[in-house]
């Protein structure tokens, strides 16, 4: 008796018509023949399709939905205007029972032409420019839909292609959250209580134009997260599924889940302080004697380097959160009893130096100590991020105006390296391990490290050598003019500053250095 004033009658069975009764929407149009088995959307005007759908997937069972405006449309490029209301039964479960009211008489449907699909490009910046409006809006969800066998020759396939574009456009938020990644392979940004199936509209559209596809799909959650890392997220997740072969659609969703998670996790790392340092001594190679340390991030114990999370936050725009914890943590440990004097160099991603926040940061955690800046460097890492030098340039020259050494880790001969030297101001450059361990035996590797040596010593600029790990290395660096030594050779990290180093007998042990 809910629906006795209703000009139709539907029930749906997971999104398909299992039953209708009632008058159509215009003469020769009968619901209980011409809409039994097909899918709900393909009855509805594109412009409604989302509205209704989000309105069923959040029935109560046993409680009546709100009305909701639709068209449906008739078959020959018109429509007639409806209210529509959805009930669910629990015992009849997943049935949804519909009425429709019939407003107005039939009409034109305006001939809108469907935006085209974006690239991937586009769909990282859509879903950035909707997270960023913030507010209440709804929860977000990324579909990925793969459809084997639709790259082809042929005007039935060029026309399913055109066909699938415009079903999954219209299936995206606001019917322009669509891409075309590649010939077999798309995302679309959804509401997530938008549970249409995209793999039959695929299905369908491949159907009309005579092609049999079996198109895989994926769903990964967004949600609500920071816009920024909500975009990088998606990136990661997308150049993964690009890089697989015919199962990616399979797992894009679990690739997605796992990235968030992972952000989440290392979020909640950095907020509790979750790691320690490992302190490893940088010495003069002429006397062997400790002239700083080099506190090492280690997560889950001191063995475990972080290559893989520093990646990951680097690529999610999570780093400056850690590379300001990591300042303050061991600028803490500095400060303790038996620490003395000891010169440390802490290590930030060239990420942290796009932006003034990690300056500021470490200057204010130095403003009440301003005598321990004086014992302080910063080791700039992933220089392949520095992109506006002379932007960069300007916060190196805030941290060394306040008295901070800068250095260039991991600096090779490539010309973006001589540019780096050339256009930053800075105090030390850390030569890559990959020339230190092959010097001995290496000619080129020697006359390379040979001409940087002699550069930057004409730019007071004072080296280090990193990993050397054997006697020869270690006098083929010292011999080339190299002012100082990192690796095994002289010490491994440890969890607090330990001055006595390996050397030959006759050379000194234990003395600590000025900066130089």
């Known amino acids: 008796m809910a629906f006795a004033s209703a000009d139709v009658l539907l029930e749906l069975d997971r999104g398909r018509v299992a039953f209708a009764l009632g008058a159509g929407p215009a003469p020769g149009i009968d619901p209980a023949t011409a809409w039994a088995g097909q899918s709900l959307d393909d009855l509805l005007d594109a412009s409604c399709r989302n ?36 009930f669910a039964l629990p015992e009849l479960a997943p049935f949804i029972s519909c009425a429709l009211s019939w407003e107005g008489a039939v009409h034109d449907v305006p001939a809108e032409r469907p935006k085209a699909a974006l690239d991937a490009r586009g769909l990282l910046q859509r879903l950035g420019a909707v997270l960023a409006l913030g507010g209440t809006g709804p929860e977000l969800t990324v579909d990925f839909v793969q459809v084997p066998g639709l790259d082809g020759e042929g005007e039935a396939r060029r026309r399913a292609n055109a066909a699938i574009e415009t079903r999954l456009q219209a299936h995206s938020l606001d019917q322009a959250s ?28 491949g159907a009309a134009e005579g092609l049999d596809l079996s198109p895989i799909t994926s769903r990964g959650e ?7 890392i909500a975009v990088r997220t998606l990136r990661l997740a997308l150049e993964d599924c690009l890089k697989d072969g015919a199962d990616a659609g399979v797992h894009f969703g679990e690739r997605l889940k796992r990235t968030v998670q992972d952000a989440d996790r290392f ?82 991603s060239a990420v942290s130096l796009t932006s003034d926040a990690y300056v500021q940061g470490l200057l204010r955690m130095t403003a009440s100590v301003p005598d321990i800046r004086k014992r302080l460097m910063v080791e700039i ?3 392949t991020a520095l992109q506006d030098l ?32 050339r256009r930053l101001q800075i105090d030390v450059v850390k030569i890559d391990g990959g020339f230190v361990r092959d010097i001995a035996a ?17 730019m007071k600029v004072l080296t280090v050598a990193e990993m050397v790990e054997t006697e020869p290395q270690a006098d083929a660096v ?29 050379r000194r042990r234990g003395e600590v250095a000025s900066w130089g």
């Open 267 to 348: 979020r909640g790392i950095v907020r509790e302080r979750q790691f320690t340092l490992a302190w490893q001594p940088i010495v003069a190679l002429d006397t062997r004697a400790v002239h700083h340390f080099e506190a090492l991030t280690r997560f889950g114990g001191a063995g475990q380097a972080p290559t893989g999370p520093i990646s990951m936050a680097e690529e999610l725009g999570l780093i400056e959160g850690l590379d300001l914890a990591v300042a303050e943590k061991a600028l803490g440990q500095l400060r303790q009893p038996g620490f003395g004097l000891t010169k440390a160099a802490i290590n930030v």
């Open 381 to 383: 890492t992933e220089t």
């Open 478 to 506: 010292r011999a080339l003019g190299v002012d100082y030594g990192q690796g095994w050779l002289f010490g491994r990290p440890t969890a607090v500053p330990a001055v006595t180093a390996s050397a030959p007998a006759g």
């Open 178 to 205: 669509a891409a075309r990644l590649a010939p077999d392979r798309f995302a679309l940004i959804r509401e997530s209580s938008d549970i249409s199936d995209l793999a039959e509209a695929v299905r369908a559209a």
């Open 51 to 86: 509205a209704v759908m989000a309105r069923i997937a959040g029935l109560q069972p046993g409680v009546r939905s709100t009305p909701v405006d639709i068209r449906v449309l008739t078959g020959d490029g018109r429509a007639r205007a409806a209210s529509l209301r959805a």
């Open 222 to 228: 967004i949600g609500r997260c920071e816009a920024a």
């Open 390 to 421: 002379d932007a960069a340039n300007a916060r190196i020259g805030a941290l060394r105006n306040a008295g901070i050494k800068v250095c260039l880790d991991d600096f090779g001969v490539g010309a973006a390296s001589l540019d780096y030297l």
């Open 442 to 458: 290496d000619r080129t590797a020697r006359s390379m490290i040979g001409h940087l040596v002699e550069l930057c010593r004409d």
